[in-house]
């Protein structure tokens, strides 16, 4: 059979406005595109200009999810970023992002959203019989319900609760999108665009200087979008738009859309969170967010108010909602949430709702005031004043209010003004603490940072007359501040709305459960317990009852909650005072925070200047810090990496290998003073090192324990260059230059760093000079007389490349270390490696480079660990006794000195064909495996080639007189006690005769 | 942060290094007869008010300079910035 389906182009506006149970037929909005989305898989539309919230309403959608700990059904309650029920997972598989608020997202088309914390549909949730449970989940219920036994915490509470309460779920997949970072420089740094920040950034334009709006909605104006107020005669709405419109001619005022604010820092810094681009497919190669930091010189907090709810008997039922996001719904977005509106209010402020349903024919059932008396009436509807509501009913949405006078009154929607706070966050970021105002029942800024000024709302200025004004004014003083003339210019204009209020906070004679905190499940009953139980503090109530936590802060609830608390104990609410407000305002993603330092991009990766040599030579890298050093050169007949390694080192003791070491640290040290510089930051003496010589030196800390080691040559009577480890290279860079200018800054002294300047090659092995001397331009003497060992000497090769050449060794072996200009290391590689061909050359990597040093007995950096003395490395003799240096005094304290101090020894396995396993602890023969019988440990292991069997270096009391005792180095990690012979650390040419041949 | 590098102008404070009490600078002499106790609490005896503290930061993403940031540890406001150079060369005339 065929189906009927209608043309796409008759889809007429009239159906899409037809779809739309709940939206008016007149404003705005009605006018623009028309836009698709999903909410649980049901396509719905909406217009462009939509929150997905008004999207929603419109569609009569007013049940959006289930609350966090009892799964009841909730609905949207406000209209932006204080929204704590209507939570949401946005987009699906890699998109999906989860605890969205529907307030703040931006309708786009084909956007798709699912409801949270539910199985099974939404309207029917498995879960929702933990909400008859509720007498036993009451506040601080984990802490005491699931104590015993204790091992069942881990294994069979936590993973209960976890899936039970809780919020949206993340893909579990990478996220596809960018996200970067930006910084802004300015003069003026307006947050919020509302009535205040807009009169505050027309005065702040005029003045030309650099000035910054932001404002977190996609549309400016805040509360001017949602009131029907008039400002010099025109519409608030029209005002905002005009305003806008001039304030973007103005060349010298940057506006930032979507950009929330979310913390305020030392110093004029804040944080700011602009949305480019909404979630989805098609865009996410640019970036979707950008996380700025935005220095200023002053910035001016307009950031308006946030209406509060008041507590009553199942005051939490869909329908039931902020009577100012009412107001924002109908004029903003000309979407009414009922047709059948109550309006329960204990201030002036929740009338204007009453006013403007009605100037929309919109059917209001009943005004409740709690105030005796009020100085509004309603001839057309019933008003009960002094009155309050006690209970609601309707499952997933509100049917009926009882009142306080038993009467119960039909509606499907509840306005609910318990009157506005003032948003003050940014003002505490720096510790700044609100003072409470009786008149206006709301804590004010106060103690605010320096460079900071608050206008209209934000600062107790309520009335839009009041805030326009404080705008402009604010706006003057700082621009006055920074040198400009008095403008003569006037504040826009507006009438004074009524704003009195009373400190209502909940209905005390209710006997059902009055909610709190919307999102935490908070009641008045558990501030009550916590409040018995002792936690009497606003921030131990806040812990123990989760008040005021998660995505919204409490930014409807934290108030009413310590309102509550200051009535259980007897104090105002000055004396009870508020929790401390910290960054963020508004929940930033750790995407935004990473920006590009995403994976490979976390931090910078160096690279040698023989990478590319060594990449086409198919060798396995490791990192070091941050550079990429290879590993191993594998051949393609080598399967294990240990036949790889020790090919490279027997090439290498009975032929010639080369190693790229450009990642040691090399430091220039110039200037009259050097060789007495280097004499206080090493050990041993300096001052005699002959030009042209190289001497190894040993570096302390002030506290006595060795810092770094390595070689320093003389290159010139004043000139010097450092080597330093690998891993330390910043940090002795960084330590030089603190003794330089703090410690010594007469003496004439100059440090750079080289590292990245200069290539330079180990070329190790029996065969280096004879392969050095096809390379070197041939005016230049390698003979042992001409550069004997530890010398060095500024040479060139390959036709008048400028280098450096020193006969050092780490491996042992006769060896050098060339170093020519960078970018010539990868050429000097290759061309070492085609000279070499006749020696059988061989390229060697960081674990060849290991393997020999442990056969030489050289420590590194498993020996300096930070807890290491000279002593314990058998270098004591190299301390100076004639001069002064740093770590000498302390170098010499008694318990740094005991005969029975752990020594660098080296380690044979008693049977030859055993593995020595490093981190293995030593116990003398036949003692029990325990830390008393602790005698120290192996600190590195290594197969030598050489030798033919495992090898190790390491630490043992009074090593040095122990030589040839066996003693058991035990793994209980790995379950082995291995017997080994204590002998010198020296396995390979103890006297040093290669070195020097 | 901002941290007014007397040579350069404001700077972020991400650009710092921070090391900490500012009386490392004064670094004993080692030929003293209580060397050993000197250095003691020169090295592991340190002043942390809350309020104005004297203390040094290194200019490492910057121009290597050390300096002398005198700076409120309670409200991070910072009264002064100097070139720990030019404090040492300055005390050590005045000797």
């Known amino acids: 059979m065929n189906e009927l389906k209608p043309l796409a182009n008759q889809e007429s506006k009239s159906r899409f406005l037809n779809d739309q149970k709940n939206r008016l037929k007149t404003g705005q909005i009605i006018n623009n595109k028309t836009m698709s989305f999903k909410f649980n898989g049901a396509k719905l539309n909406g217009f462009e200009g939509d929150t997905l919230a008004s999207a929603l309403l419109a569609n009569d959608q007013v049940l959006v999810g289930r609350s966090f700990k009892y799964h009841r059904p909730r609905g949207i309650f406000s209209s932006g970023t204080e929204e704590p029920n209507a939570l949401v997972s946005l987009g699906s598989d890699e998109f999906q992002e989860p605890n969205t608020k529907a307030t703040t997202i931006k309708l786009f088309d084909g956007l798709t959203a699912k409801s949270q914390n539910h199985r099974g549909p939404l309207a029917f949730d498995f879960m929702a019989a933990t909400d008859f449970l509720h007498p036993f989940l009451s506040a601080g219920f984990y802490y005491k319900t699931f104590m015993w036994p204790k091992s069942f915490w881990e294994k069979l509470y936590e993973p209960i609760i976890r899936s039970a309460a809780g919020l949206g779920a993340l893909s579990g997949k990478p996220d596809p999108s960018s996200y970067d970072k930006g910084f802004l420089h300015c003069d003026i740094l307006i947050i919020g665009a509302g009535p205040s920040g807009l009169a505050a950034a027309l005065e702040a334009g005029r003045s030309k200087l650099k000035v910054i709006l932001a404002d977190d909605d996609f549309l400016l104006g805040g509360r001017l979008n949602s009131e029907k107020f008039f400002i010099n005669n025109q519409s608030s709405d029209e005002w905002a738009k005009n305003a806008v419109a001039e304030i973007m001619q103005m060349s010298n005022v940057r506006i930032m859309q979507r950009t929330s604010i979310y913390g305020s820092f030392d110093h004029g810094i804040f944080g700011g969170l602009e949305i480019k681009y909404d979630h989805f497919k098609h865009n996410h190669k640019k970036p979707r967010q950008v996380l700025w930091k935005i220095y200023s010189k002053f910035s001016i907090l307009s950031s308006g108010a946030t209406e509060r709810s008041i507590a009553f008997g199942n005051n939490d039922r869909p329908g039931i909602m902020l009577a100012g996001s009412i107001r924002e719904y109908i004029n903003r977005w000309s979407v009414c949430p009922g047709k059948n509106v109550v309006v329960f209010t204990n201030n002036d402020d929740g009338w204007r709702t009453v006013s403007d349903l009605k100037s929309n024919n919109i059917k209001v059932s009943a005004v409740i005031d709690v105030r005796k008396e009020t100085t509004f009436h309603d001839k057309e509807m019933p008003v009960y004043t002094g009155t309050s509501i006690v209970d609601t009913s309707g499952r997933l949405r509100i049917s009926s209010v009882t009142l306080s006078t038993g009467e119960k009154i039909p509606c499907d929607c509840l306005a609910v003004s318990g009157g506005w706070n003032p948003n003050v966050h940014l003002t505490c970021h720096q510790r700044g603490k609100p003072v409470w105002n009786d008149a206006l029942n709301a804590f004010l800024p106060n103690n605010i940072p320096k460079t900071m000024k608050v206008a209209g709302a934000t600062d107790g200025l309520l009335q839009l007359g009041e805030a326009l004004k404080s705008g402009h004014l604010k706006a003057k003083e700082i621009t006055e501040l920074l040198g400009k003339k008095d403008s003569k210019s006037s504040a826009p204009s507006a009438d004074n709305e009524s704003v009195k209020n009373t400190s209502f906070w909940h209905v005390s004679e209710s006997k059902k459960r009055c909610w709190v905190d919307l999102q935490n499940d908070v009641t008045t009953k558990d501030i009550k317990i916590s409040f018995m139980e002792g936690f009497k503090s606003v921030e131990h109530l806040k812990r123990y009852s989760t008040l005021g936590m998660a995505t919204d802060q409490g930014k409807t609830s934290n108030i009413l909650g310590l309102a509550i608390l200051a009535e259980l104990s007897g104090k105002t609410i000055p004396e009870t005072g508020t929790t401390i407000f910290r960054p963020p305002y508004t929940p930033v993603p750790i995407g935004a925070f990473a920006g590009r330092s995403r994976g490979k991009d976390f931090r910078p990766t160096r690279l040698t200047p023989s990478h590319n040599f060594a990449k086409n030579l198919s060798a396995v890298f490791v990192e070091t810090g941050m550079w990429m050093r290879a590993q191993w050169y594998p051949k393609e007949n080598e399967s294990h990496w240990r036949q790889s390694v020790d090919r490279e080192v027997l090439q290498t003791r009975s032929s010639v290998g080369i190693c790229d070491v450009t990642t040691l640290g090399k430091i220039d040290i110039q200037g009259a003073d050097s060789a007495e510089f280097l004499n206080k930051v090493y050990v041993n003496g300096f001052g005699r090192l002959p030009v042209g010589k190289v001497r190894y030196g040993l570096m302390l800390r002030e506290d006595g324990i060795v810092m770094d080691d390595g070689t320093t040559a003389r290159l010139d009577l004043n000139h010097f260059v450092m080597t330093t480890t690998t891993a330390n290279a910043v940090g002795v860079f960084r330590h030089l230059e603190f003794c330089r200018q703090c410690l010594w800054p007469d003496l004439d002294v100059h440090l750079i760093s080289s590292t990245e300047q200069w290539a330079q090659i180990a070329v190790a092995g029996p065969n280096s000079r004879k392969l050095l001397e096809k390379i070197v331009d041939k005016d230049h003497d390698l003979s042992n007389e001409a550069l004997p060992y530890m010398g060095c000497k500024e040479i060139t090769v390959c036709n008048k490349i400028p280098s450096r050449l020193f006969r050092i060794s780490f491996s042992g072996e006769l060896a050098y270390e060339i170093a020519v200009p960078t970018r010539y290391g990868n050429s000097l590689f290759e061309i070492l490696m085609q000279a070499g061909e006749e020696f059988n050359v061989t390229p060697y990597g960081t674990e060849a480079l290991g393997v020999m040093r442990v056969e030489k007995g050289h420590a590194a950096g498993n020996e300096l660990t930070g807890q290491t003395t000279a002593q314990n490395l058998g270098l004591e003799k190299m301390m100076s006794k004639q001069k002064d240096y740093i770590g000498n005094v302390l170098s010499k304290r008694v318990e740094l000195n005991r005969d029975n101090k752990i020594i660098l020894m080296g380690f044979k396995p008693v049977d030859k064909s055993i593995e020595l396993l490093a981190g293995s602890h030593f116990i003398s023969k036949g003692k029990t495996a325990c830390t008393d019988n602790d005698e120290g440990w192996m600190s590195s292991v290594a197969f030598s080639p050489i030798l033919n069997h495992s090898i190790g270096l390491g630490f043992i009391r009074n090593g040095s007189n122990r030589i040839g005792e066996i003693v058991t180095a035990v793994d209980l990690l790995r379950n082995k006690q291995i017997d080994v012979e204590i002998v010198s650390p020296h396995f390979v040419d103890p006297e040093g005769e290669k070195l020097r041949a | ?95």
Do not use: C
Not at chain 2, 10 to 23: H, I, K, Q, S, T
Not at chain 2, 28 to 36: G, I, L, V, Y
Not at chain 2, 64 to 73: C, D, E, G, H, M
């Open chain 2, 1 to 95: 942060m901002i941290i007014d590098h007397p040579l350069l102008g404001p700077r972020d404070a991400n650009e710092f290094v921070y090391l900490g009490d500012a009386n490392l600078i004064n670094r004993p002499d080692w030929t003293e007869k209580d060397a050993d106790k000197q250095f003691y609490e020169y090295l592991y005896l340190r002043d942390n008010p809350s309020g104005y503290h004297r203390e040094l930061w290194y200019h490492e993403q910057g121009d290597r300079s050390w300096l002398i940031v005198t700076r409120n540890t309670s409200t991070h406001e910072i009264k002064q910035v100097e070139l720990a150079k030019d404090y040492h060369l300055e005390k050590s005339k005045s000797k």
